[in-house]
């Protein structure tokens, strides 16, 4: 085996080894999952709590709108006075009293409407009654003005902008949004990657330099061997990890998709969807349009470019964490370094999340997808809508080419670095050795 | 006798600051190779450059007749002064690594670490990691991994810090084994009273100037003042005392005795051999002492710093 391969080895065994690792590495996908599956338990919890209703109608129009559905019943009072019907509600332990007087005109009814309740009602909820006595009254001045109800009904036009590129390719507005999500993600997961990663690289040259390994090791191998071997071997610690977190995460989620559609279906999902579209905007029929949508982007293609711009500005920025590393003692030091690293990564994700989801082919997108220091975070983000491959090529070719810059620059701050002790260099100082 | 290591001329300058300054030696084959220096002198970086861990601004470093290059880090083992382990390493893991890295395969490195750990006896420290080791138990892992593979050049720096008494003497027979075996040995320390008891050449540098370098029994001889320590038995000691005073230059003298004895250091002039001086002084008194100052390695030491102030 070469001193290379030996090294790379002794740290990405040294990397999985750790205890931090292997906890993270099995358990965050579990504890994210966990999470998201806690949130929507404790919303089902809330909504499985059916909320009683009673309303007096005095005008008599109403009787047959509402309708108790899922979580709400509406029990109808109109026959009981109204201090009657309050008290009954109190000591019936009720959610609240609708009560719709009778008046002169729909305006003036609109206005009086009032609902009793002990602590002030769900917003969700007062919403679905006042769109279902709005529509209500809507038709009847409707009716009042002598114009026919299914005349309107035909006269309404459904607008639905279909999207389609000049390759054919359908999308929609929500197809954009689950595009930005995905994107965003990718980007802000590979940046704690670059962060997450760099730092080991650079915790381990501290290591090297405080337990005084560092000359008996460079007696045997290049320094420049030495940098790389623990770049790499790094490397494939965090590809490690990011597989098996596509792997877990890809069983948890078609865990999830399976329970959460089996549950729709179970429930009448037709009927559902009828009248939570009628109601709440369709939530539940976005979501399994929402899960469709995932499954027509180009996953693969995310995960493979994800791979190649992490190992991409991983190299990057690990080398310069690397040269940071072997410039200071103790990580304390290092922070005074910290911000050229930083400040591009913390750049690259502003840009994706104001300029790209703007414009994914704007000029800014564009420009910073192609900055070396950027381009891994905002070119992923750029992915999922869709970019051409000759300027992902480019921007490979460019951030190879910086990575060979970088790394050889690192690689002399990096070789007089780790064998100076006790000083806490200036940036000037780390200049001066580039020229020893 | 053929040189295995030579340097010559190196220098090595960092920005303003000239850490070697065409500094040449020459060690021996076969010899245990003393360099000496002052902190600060330029020891280490000519270390460094033979290690090539540094590379000389200019000047040649041969070793074994050929000019230095990447492959020869496999002849060399290196001690260095800075040395530790990875602390959450196990023993025997670490030292494989460490052995593999120059070169060794796995199975030769296990059977060789086998040998060291069984002569140490230190074999049940193999899943030890290193936090759990005393600094000198550590000390000793570390001086196996340095001679594991071989090397025709040993280079130790500071070999016995850390090292309590017996295993410091431990470590010292190794050395001489080692050199019987046939292994060159060039040795940097502070501690003069190990020189003197090991090594056979030595060199001073100096604020990175070479300013000695030789045999150790040739530089005793040239830097000897032809001083003996004597010890005289006389009825009259002042009036023998003034009477050598004035005929040669003397010194009183310091060492311990039984009896009442004139101690003296007497220093001759070139002309003056040894056996003039016990012929007159036997006619004068008893002589129960009569001891040739050979300069030790660290007067020499201490007068050629001062000399170079």
Sequence with gaps: ??????????????????????????????????????????????????????????????????????????????????????????????????????????????????????????????????????????????????????????????????????????????????????????????????????????????????????????????????????????????????????????????????????????????????????????????????????????????????????????????????????????????????????????????????????????????????????????????????????????????????????????????????????????YKELFKWLKY | MTNLLEVQQATKQFGDFIALNKVSIAVPKGSIFGLLGPNGAGKTTLIRIINQITLPDSGNVFLDGSPLQSHHIRDIGYLPEERGLYKSMKVGEQALYLAQLKGLSKKEAKERLRYWFEKFEITDWWDKKIQELSKGMAQKVQFIVTVLHRPKLLIFDEPFSGFDPINATVIKDEILQLRDEGATVIFSTHRMESVEELCDHIALIHKSNKILEGKVSNIKREYKSNTFEVGLLSENKDALQSELADKFCTEPANFKAIDDQLKLKISLDKETSSNDLLRYLSDKATIVRFNEMIPSVNEIFIKTITENE
Excluded: C
């Design chain 1, 1 to 426: 085996m070469s001193n290379l391969q030996l090294i790379i080895r002794r740290e990405f065994v040294a990397r999985v080894r750790n205890k931090t690792f292997i906890v993270m590495t099995f358990l965050s996908p579990f504890i994210i999952v966990g999470m998201v599956g806690l949130i929507i338990w404790l919303t089902t919890l809330n909504n499985d709590e059916v909320k009683e209703i009673a309303y007096i109608d005095e005008t008599g129009l109403f009787e047959t709108d509402f309708k108790s559905f899922d979580n709400i019943d509406y029990v109808n009072y109109t026959n009981v006075k109204l201090e009657a019907a309050k008290d009954s509600v109190i000591s019936n332990k009720m959610y609240g009293l609708l009560y719709i007087p009778k008046k002169e005109s729909t305006n003036s009814l609109a206005e009086s409407i009032q609902f009793y309740a002990d602590e002030s009602p769900n917003y969700s909820i007062l919403n679905t009654i006042e769109s279902i006595i709005a529509s209500k009254l809507t038709n009847q001045n409707y009716k009042a003005k002598g114009i026919d109800l299914t005349t309107i009904e035909n006269a309404k036009a459904r607008v639905n902008i279909k999207i389609e590129n000049f390759s054919g390719e359908k999308t929609s507005k929500l197809s954009n949004i689950v595009k930005m999500i995905f994107g965003g993600a990718a980007g802000y997961l590979l940046m704690m990657f670059i962060i997450i990663y760099g730092n080991m690289v650079m915790r381990s040259v501290i290591e090297e330099k405080t337990n005084r390994i560092i000359e008996i090791i460079i007696s045997s191998v290049k320094p420049m061997q030495l940098m790389l071997g623990k770049i790499l071997g790094t490397s494939f610690a965090g590809i490690l990890q990011f597989f098996i977190w596509v792997i877990l995460g890809g069983v948890l989620l078609s865990i999830g998709m399976f329970v959460l559609v089996g549950d729709i279906d179970q429930s009448n999902m037709q009927e559902a969807l009828k009248v939570m579209e009628d109601t709440q905007g369709g939530i539940v029929a976005n979501v399994t349009e929402f899960l469709i949508e995932i499954q027509t982007l180009p996953l693969l293609e995310l995960v493979f470019f994800f791979l190649i711009y992490f190992v991409g500005g991983y190299f990057l920025y690990s080398s310069i964490y690397a040269a940071i590393g072997a410039a200071v003692d103790s990580e304390t030091d290092s922070q005074q370094f910290m911000l050229p690293i930083i400040l591009p990564l913390m750049l690259g994700i502003y840009v994706g999340f104001f300029a790209v989801i703007e414009n994914p082919h704007g000029t800014v997108s564009t420009i910073f997808s192609m900055i070396p220091l950027t381009s891994p975070i905002v070119m992923l983000m750029r992915i999922p809508f869709g970019v051409p491959w000759w300027e992902i090529l480019i921007s490979i070719i460019i951030l190879i080419g910086s990575i060979i810059f970088m790394v050889w620059l690192a690689g002399k701050i990096y070789r007089i670095g780790i064998l100076m002790y006790g000083k806490k260099p200036s």
